[in-house]
């Protein structure tokens, strides 16, 4: 049932930063890759932990706030999860290994995967099914901002004042979300549910994964995940190694992946009341599909600008952007009275495989972009796959 209040635009967007903190704080760091990987002297796939374990560990954080917030109230959740990510932000700062910095880094991200679970938890308090598909269309294309200029942000700071300092930028934003929390947004748990331990969390887990439907949903959006992560987490190599452009510029190529991406989340929204959900999910998934195949054929051809990279991933990402939202309310709907463990269980989905495929990229990585796409198209065929077999046409 929808709770007796409505979300102000200003939660909305405090909803949507909090979502963001997580991504951001992962891909402020992108543009530094090269330079860590110089700093403590270490191989690209031990500089790569400090994407892919962060991933892994948001992935956990999904994994254990639903069912928290689910009995204790999403509220005093987040504020927990935003003073662990201040506390991991302050670590990385300070840290002088890259032992240290990995594990710093994996204590930030999971602090940070409050927001991406409990924005989605709260809209599903406070709407409707019909209209939190809606509502987490917003929250999604207005988070998308943070991460879309992290990679250039954090580009300058490391140009400027030395990469460590994009820690400082996640703590500041950090701190800044933590009081707006505990001063302006209200509880939205209405009928706390029996949290039991960790049989109790499994037994609603095991529930949920014998749904049908909420597999097809949730793997369709882990897959589309996947795309996004495999290509933010090799990209800056490619744009060093490959394209020979300074580590800077990656940051404003990319500003028109998360742009797509809010686009395609503008059209779910615009569209969301007059075209059937499952619709919308099978037509984005395509156009992802479409995206990824001309990037392949354009590389295939010889053009190796990094324009005729990032435009056709972008076509793809907008396809994303209309997949996303739709198949993650549809999968939260399924069982309404667990929306926390459903946004859990769908976020730990995301970030676990995305985490396995952004490290498995590292690996497979042979100087060229072919291994990027290939893994890119699998994840996008994958997805339209998943949602057909669980959910039909």
């Not at 504020?79 to 201040?86: A, F, N, P, Q, R």
């Not at 490290?359 to 796409?373: D, E």
Request: one cysteine or more; proline letters at 5%; charged letters at 10%.
């Amino acid at each position: 049932m929808p709770n007796i209040f409505s979300l102000t635009k200003s939660l909305i967007v405090l909803l949507a930063a909090t979502s963001a903190l997580g991504p951001g704080a992962m891909q402020i760091l992108l543009p530094a890759l090269p330079v860590i990987q110089e700093t403590f002297a270490v191989s690209t796939e031990v500089a790569q932990l400090t994407l892919s374990l962060s991933m892994l560990s948001i992935a956990m954080g999904t994994l254990v706030y639903g069912p928290l917030s689910d009995k204790y109230g999403r509220k005093p959740i987040m504020i927990m999860g935003l003073v662990i990510t201040l506390a991991g932000s302050v670590f990385c700062y300070l840290a002088e290994t890259i032992e240290f910095l990995i594990l710093g880094r994996i204590v930030q991200a999971f602090g940070a995967a409050v927001g991406l679970v409990l924005a989605r938890a709260i809209a599903r308090d406070v709407y409707g099914p019909g209209e939190a598909a809606r509502v987490i269309s917003t929250l999604v294309m207005v988070m998308v901002v943070i991460p879309m200029f992290s990679p250039a942000l954090g580009g300058e700071l490391m140009a400027r004042f030395g990469w460590e300092t994009v820690f400082l930028a996640v703590a500041l934003l950090a701190s800044i979300m933590l009081v707006l929390v505990i001063t302006h947004l209200p509880e939205t748990l209405q009928t706390p549910v029996p949290f039991e331990g960790l049989r109790s969390m499994l037994f609603t887990f095991i529930l949920l994964l014998r749904s049908r439907a909420f597999c097809g949903y949730a793997f369709c959006v882990t897959f589309v995940s996947v795309i996004f992560f495999s290509f933010i987490s090799a990209a800056p190599e490619i744009m060093v190694s490959v394209l020979d452009r300074p580590p800077t510029e990656y940051g404003y190529y990319f500003v028109m992946i998360p742009l797509c991406f809010m686009i395609g989340n503008h059209v779910a929204r615009h569209y969301g009341t007059h075209v059937e959900i499952n619709t919308m999910i099978h037509h984005g998934a395509s156009i992802t599909i479409g995206g990824i195949v001309l990037a392949i054929v354009l590389q295939l051809i010889g053009l190796h600008h990094p324009l005729v990279l990032f435009a056709p991933v972008a076509i793809g990402i907008f396809g994303n952007g209309i997949v996303l939202p739709n198949a993650q309310a549809a999968a939260i709907n399924e069982f309404p009275q667990f929306a926390g463990s459903a946004s859990g269980l769908t976020g730990f989905l995301q970030m676990s495989l995305s985490a396995a495929a952004a490290q498995l990229v590292a690996v497979i990585y042979n100087g060229t972009v072919f291994p990027l796409l290939l893994l890119m198209l699998g994840a996008a065929v994958l997805s339209l796959v998943c949602f057909r077999l669980g959910v039909g046409r």
